[in-house]
T-cell receptor, first 113, second 114 residues
Framework: SQKIEQNSEALNIQEGKTATLTCNYT??????LQWYRQDPGRGPVFLLL?????KEKRKERLKVTFDTTLKQSLFHITASQPADSATYLC????????????FGTGTRLLVSP | KAGVTQTPRYLIKTRGQQVTLSCSPI?????VSWYQQTPGQGLQFLFE???????NKGNFPGRFSGRQFSNSRSEMNVSTLELGDSALYLC?????????????FGPGTRLTVL
């Protein structure tokens, strides 16, 4: 069956360290993968999209990698801050033409000062 | 630009009732998608509308339906509510709903079914 898996356990790190979150998928062949941030009581906010032919994508302190052989994406936040504490969701599109996002269950990140 | 707005923000209903939720997309956005978020199942795609037409549908029973108006505003309806329908319902808008379009989510409607 098709699955997108993220660490269900919360990730606790200290301020200033690099947080690394994992997204693994099975029985999908996505052309691209997205990462979102969700704060409690709010809708997800789009962060980054990476295409299958891009090994790595960066945006400020964020870095995403996409390994289609391993069927895995890694999401890194460098120099993490308490304000980065949130749930991070990966998502891929089931439809090649139009929007039909399938989300992972998300990983909660807690950055302590 | 104003963001995606959803009304109402909170709703309490009883089993067997029906409910209508509303979503106003960002001005200029013509695609609206709906998602259900629960602690057990996470975020699940319900359907997507563009130019008043449903283009994609998730795996939900027929009790879940939606529509889109000519001004791109969208509503979703759930009939014969069940306890398991308690969830956060999110809508998201994008320019044309292309696979690479950025989706902008609203704050959601929290539905509780008693």
């Amino acid at each position: 069956s098709q699955k997108i898996e993220q660490n269900s356990e919360a990730l606790n790190i200290q301020e200033g360290k690099t947080a690394t979150l994992t997204c693994n998928y099975t029985n999908y062949s996505p052309a691209y993968l997205q990462w979102y941030r969700q704060d409690p009581g709010r809708g997800p906010v789009f962060l980054l999209l990476i295409r299958e032919n891009e090994k790595e994508k960066r945006k400020e302190r964020l870095k995403v990698t996409f390994d289609t052989t391993l069927k895995q994406s890694l999401f890194h936040i460098t120099a993490s801050q308490p304000a980065d504490s949130a749930t991070y969701l990966c998502a891929l599109n089931e439809d090649t033409g139009f929007q039909k996002l399938v989300f992972g269950t998300g990983t909660r990140l807690l950055v302590s000062p | 630009k104003a963001g995606v707005t959803q009304t109402p923000r909170y709703l309490i209903k009883t089993r067997g009732q029906q409910v209508t939720l509303s979503c106003s997309p960002i001005s200029g956005h013509r695609s609206v998608s709906w998602y259900q978020q629960t602690p057990g199942q996470g975020l699940q795609f319900l359907f997507e509308y563009f130019s008043e037409t449903q283009r994609n549908k998730g795996n939900f029973p027929g009790r879940f339906s939606g529509r889109q108006f000519s001004n791109s505003r969208s509503e979703m309806n759930v009939s014969t509510l069940e306890l398991g329908d308690s969830a956060l319902y999110l809508c998201a808008s994008s320019l044309v709903g292309g696979a690479l379009d950025t989706q902008y989510f609203g704050p959601g409607t929290r539905l509780t079914v008693l």
